[in-house]
């Protein structure tokens, strides 16, 4: 069974997504990739606790407190790789960034591999079923791009801004898939 609800921010409406036990998906209102892991329908059931817990832990967030990320039982799905990308994820502290090159990097080192492509990280955060819980706005580009946000660049902007990252020496991409 899946259950949803829907959650109204300062960003627009957001869609949370559950298995009864878990948090399994969290997607902006006209995000890429939206409710992708979803199969047919998202019918509207009864809320479990889950459900009611992701809601008053974006309460918090939004509130500008510091939610911990296993404050909720997340499972979102994936591939064993887009799993491990979204692991590291979760350990950027909040007010923070790290770049998709520092993510390759690490994800080499678990993999014993010499390296590892940038890009292919890259599509693994950009496919978070659980975005801003699982914090894949904190990933720049190595080159201090904003690039890469399935939910829009404005929204990772107002992300970042909310955890106090100064935005300012970032730059905007002047094209592609994010913006």
Not at 37 to 42: N, V, Y
């Amino acid at each position: 069974m899946v259950y949803t609800a829907q959650y109204p921010s300062p960003l627009g409406m957001i869609t949370l997504a559950s298995d009864g036990q878990n948090l399994t998906g969290l997607w902006l209102e006209g995000q890429k990739y939206f409710a992708s892991t979803l199969k047919g329908k998202m019918p509207l059931q009864e809320e479990p606790p889950v459900l009611q817990a992701a809601k008053r832990w974006l309460d918090r967030y939004f509130a500008g407190e510091k939610p911990k990320i296993d404050d909720l039982p997340l499972a979102p799905e994936g591939s064993r790789f887009q799993q491990e990308v979204w692991k590291l994820l979760c350990e950027i502290p909040y007010g923070s960034v790290t770049t998709y090159g520092e993510l390759a990097r690490k994800i080499a080192a678990i993999q014993k591999r010499p390296s590892m492509s940038p890009q292919a990280v890259g599509s693994a955060v950009g496919r978070n079923p659980i975005s801003i819980i699982i914090p894949c706005h904190r990933v720049v580009g190595t080159s201090g791009s904003l690039t890469g946000y399935a939910g829009g660049i404005g929204k990772k902007i107002q992300l970042l801004e909310r955890e106090g990252v100064d935005t300012s020496r970032f730059t905007i991409p002047t094209k592609g898939t994010a913006l």
